[in-house]
């Protein structure tokens, strides 16, 4: 009934059980370090956003920068920077080598994000030069919040908030999810499971 999934390099891992079974202790390995939990918590769910995240993120800034770099080589195609001594295939090169740094970057980003589901809590961890790690207690959680919008449902992926107050800001988010409806019903069921309601 409800799936728990781990996404890393492309590979899934996928236990499924009505309660939740906790991963195995080789893969949370391969990717927490042992200290980050306490004796009696135990993994449920292990994943990162989707690989569209790297798509979509830095999209707009792709598009603009091949939109510039054809606009550059048409004003050196009529002589308008050729003073400049500015080849078209260098602005082609140039343009092609900032549009494939940002795709770098976007996947840095990607890399750089955990999120992590136990028993006893919810993980964010981000940040590339900076780290960022959010946690909060399951009996904590007042609420959680599934965010598909048309352009996420598109490529089947969906993002999860989560508040420790009753108010619409979320403290958390994990992005761009791959089977969001699962990992959100595997949530929902764990903080009702902490709290006593399920």
Known sequence: MVTTNSHFDRQQQMSEDAGGTPLSPNIVAGVMPREMLHDDEVVLILTKPSLWFVVITGFRFVLTVLLLGILAVKLVGVG??????????????????????????????????????????????????????????????????????????????????????ATNHSDS???MLSRPLATHEAIVAAVNKAQGNG
């Open 80 to 165: 308008g920077a050729s003073s400049l001594n500015i080849s078209s295939s260098a602005i082609a090169t140039a343009t092609a080598l900032i549009a494939l740094g940002r795709l770098i970057w976007a996947l840095l980003v990607w890399s750089s994000h955990i999120y992590m589901l136990t028993n006893q809590r919810v993980v964010t961890i981000k940040g590339v030069i900076n780290t960022t790690m959010y946690q909060a207690n399951l009996r904590k959680l007042q609420r959680t919040i599934l965010w598909r919008p048309w352009y996420l449902r598109i490529f089947g992926i969906g993002t999860i908030g989560f508040a420790t107050a």
């Open 173 to 175: 988010t994990w992005v």
